[in-house]
């Protein structure tokens, strides 16, 4: 049996071994803790995407369509003579629901999933009409498949009848398997009457590298 | 501390200490003095309402227990008090089943838990000085799973065997220092007690013959000894007076005085035991739910290197219990925490963890002692922030044979590892059958192990793996690659598909498939069947993703092996 002199170091050994655990508890709080805010900051589930501040960001229209060429009378590019601040406009109808947008491709678009783009469009809203069963959407098409979809419901703004709106979505691009990979934009018209949109634009942002400035989109 | 884990728990659910095999325990008492094994008198959902751990048979008026009655009689003081106090109070006791027995059934755990590291340092005081001693009480209560099965799931039979063990030796170490009868008697009282609570337990009878034996001439006297009548059948007798209410019971349920009460079950792998999984898998392995165990281990590498008596007999137990566990059909013993039929052997490798304890006591480097005692710590802490996880979380482990990842989110999950990782890979071998997406596994073809699943011909639509996208946390996988092995015991086309879908709440939103046909080359042959699935860049709360095997024709086939891994770039 050893003897009881034996043990002399042993108690301030295990004291050091408990203040060992103790650094590495708080270590580990410390690093939880980190990642729970980086967590908040990141996992935020939002309804729409918003570029809140894009003075980190070097802007470049990519497409804009007032519809003010071609001939009203040829039925086959569904204008009208009527348009926000212009003489023609585009008429969504059920056999044509979806209106010119933006289809580039990835090859074409500079930077990565740092980039945003910003779509926007005016709807005319006619005078005592229920809903405007619309939608703005904004796409990536990797064969076939939208990898991601966002649309943004028209009746769901705040439209003022018998007046043309303004209607504007935000939207991340992702990272795509793809340089083949399409970006496409478009209003989509679900209802079984008419509606008119105009001046579709389609706005990209870039991010500006700045070696003392780091804008994170907030997502 | 029992009280405080089970005090927001109610009655009838997969927490309360009346639940699935505890209830299978249990119900012998209720049984006896409230039902007089008459089911006519139970309710009739009593064995669905506690978890199925007995059942009740109203056609042949049986109430089917698999377990002896071994843990009952332990608990059975505490019972008597509960329904006494229930009758002095006038409190309604429910047949056995109100709060009062629950909160009892946890009392009962606590006190023989008391009492086991009570004899178990009377024990341990032969051969160690009380600092010792303590040390390894403190590890063996704190470090391992003994902590789980006495203070959250004490009414499993591994704290009273704990006991048993215990109160054994102590008598044993009396009985061999004094050679006096009544420590023999109540040696092979411990004995009988152990075997009726757990029938493997029996082999603790080697213990009496090999304990603090130098020489063989020790060992062959302690045999002739025991096979004097009076010592012999001194312990036979308790035998049979412990296991005859026993047989009456195997005589009511199944009209035999001995039967095999584990139907389906049993020790199917004593030629191929699973040793590997057993002790070191993440599902219940017992080096990776107890790794304090390694305590033992390298004090029984210390003593039989220094040749110290008990050396080979505490090595010996543990390589017996390791096959005995790994021969059980379910070697990884359902929803437990750890292997928990180590526990009560703990009470014998007490011996090897002293002498580990002894020799870091003795003088030496005061770093690596300190780092040593930081290690040991660590793992105590571990256990207990995994045990008080398992019970606030999960019950059961859902994750595979090998399935390290699931493994080190559950350690991060309880707080031991910070941060938790992201979910990058999923296994499922089918052996867990916690995971197993059919309700009866398949044994006739298995690509590994024990088990594969078919299909069931009546559902088109088998569901082999499902997780919300938030799961993933920031930023979720562009693509996953899903592999699997298939066996078609057929040449007919069966129209099967692995089938992957991406659904916001009810909504299909993508889906994509893998037909299986082409690529089975011969039949009776396996064959791997993968494919890249793309996931769709959406963030909503309510986007799922799913992997399904689509059988629309209910054909033959099976599924084993299934490995998922995520990828977050392209």
Redo the contacts between chains.
Sequence with gaps: MPEANNYRNVLPAALTGLVLLGMFILWNDCQGRRDLRKKKETLRVVDREQLPDTSGYRSKQWVFYDFEWGNPADTTLHLTLTGHNSRQSFCLKPWMPFSPGLWVQFKDLPGGDSCWIRVSGSVWAPPGSDSLPCDLVVTCNHNNLNLKYVSFPVEEANLQRGAWNRITLDYRIPDLPDKEDVLKAYFWYRGDGEMLVDNIRAVLFEKVASPTRDIKPDH | MTWFFHKDIGRFTDQSEIWSDRAGYYIYLPATFFYHFDTRQIPSDLDIKTGGGFSVDTLTNKIETKYTYGVALMVAPFFLTAHLASVVAGYDDENGFSVLYHRMMNLAAVVYLVAGLWFLKRFLDRY??P?VTYAVLLLIFTGTNLFYYSLIDGLMSHVYSFFLFALFLWSLKKFQETDLYPWFILLALSLALATLVRPTNVILILVYFFLDALRWKTISDRIKQFLQPKYILVFLLFLFVLFFPQMIYWKYVSGSWLHFSYRGEGFTNLAHPAVIPVLFSPVNGFFIYAPVALVFIAGMVYMLYKKIPNGILATAFFLIVTWICSSWKMWYFGCSYGQRPYIEYYALFALPAGWFL?TL???GK?LP??????????LI?GNIRMTVSLFRFERCYYGSTWDWDHYMRSVERA??????RPLRTYENDFENLALSPVRKPSAVYTRSGQYSIAPEKNNPLTPLYSVPL?FF??PTP??FLAETWVFKPGQRPTGASLYYTFTKDTTLL?HDCLELDPLAKDSFTWFRAGKTF?V??????TLQINLFLRNPEGALLYIDDLKLKFSF??
């Design positions: 160690f000085r600092a002894t006591f003795k003088p005061f002692k300190a780092l040593l005692f930081f290690l040991l710590f660590l802490y707080g031991i590892l910070s941060p938790i938030t946390g920031d562009k693509w993508y793309i769709p860049d959406l963030y909503d709360s770039g392209w």
